[in-house]
């Protein structure tokens, strides 16, 4: 059964204080992984998609990569408006069904 | 109107009636998706429209159905609903076939008393 870990599922950090976010995932034909941004009472926002390992991509403060197991996002010298929910997402089939993890909920405090 | 829109924004029903759920999207897409996210669990896919065909999640109560007369239109309708169905239920579109990038609406927040 395909799965999708996200860790920590919390994270506090001072401005200025760099730090990653970890999606691992067990799927049987990876197509393609995605990393979202959620603020409250909204849709989440496409940032990302990292098709295979090796691959990077950044935006701003916020940089993706990929191995075979797992994907990471670093965010650098974040800043409070980084504050939000972030999402990882593997695709799957050629439907374009996205398997989601639980989410790491990021606060940035001044 | 640009990107995904969803109405109505919020929604109150009782466990007897039944509405609609509304998604338009402006971005020219073929596919389209219907999310519930309820508080800390992640996103279920409920439905997937791919140029109008559609897929269908056995797990999903036969009390939702969904409806999509075209490429930019998408519809659930709800009916004898139960308290455990409110959420926030989030529409989704893609182009569907090289990109899979979804673009997601602001959601319909749906309590059912």
């Known amino acids: 059964e395909d799965q999708v870990t996200q860790s920590p599922e919390a994270l506090r950090l001072q401005e200025g204080e760099s730090s990653s976010l970890n999606c691992s995932y067990t799927v049987s034909g990876l197509r393609g992984l995605f990393w979202y941004r959620q603020d409250p009472g909204k849709g989440p926002e496409f940032l990302f998609t990292?098709?295979?390992a090796g691959e990077e991509k950044e935006k701003e403060r916020l940089k993706a990569t990929l191995t075979k197991k797992e994907s990471f996002l670093h965010i650098t010298a974040p800043k409070p408006e980084d504050s939000a929910t972030y999402l990882c997402a593997v695709l799957t089939d050629s439907w374009g069904k996205l398997q989601f993890g639980a989410g790491t909920q990021v606060v940035v405090t001044p | 109107e640009t990107g995904v829109t969803q109405t109505p924004r919020h929604l109150v029903m009782g466990m007897t009636n039944k509405k609609s759920l509304k998604c338009e999207q402006h971005?020219?897409?073929?596919?389209m998706y219907w999310y519930k996210q309820s508080a800390k669990k992640p996103l279920e896919l409920m439905f997937v429209?791919?140029?109008?065909?559609?897929?269908e999640n056995n797990s999903v109560p036969s009390r939702f159905s969904p409806e999509c007369p075209n490429s930019s239109h998408l519809f659930l309708h709800l009916h004898t609903l139960q308290p455990e169905d409110s959420a926030l239920y989030l529409c989704a579109s893609s182009a569907g076939d090289v990109t899979y990038e979804q673009y997601f609406g602001p959601g319909t927040r749906l309590t059912v008393t």
């Open positions: 990292l098709y295979s």
């Open positions: 971005l020219g897409h073929n596919a």
């Open positions: 429209y791919n140029f109008k065909e559609q897929t």
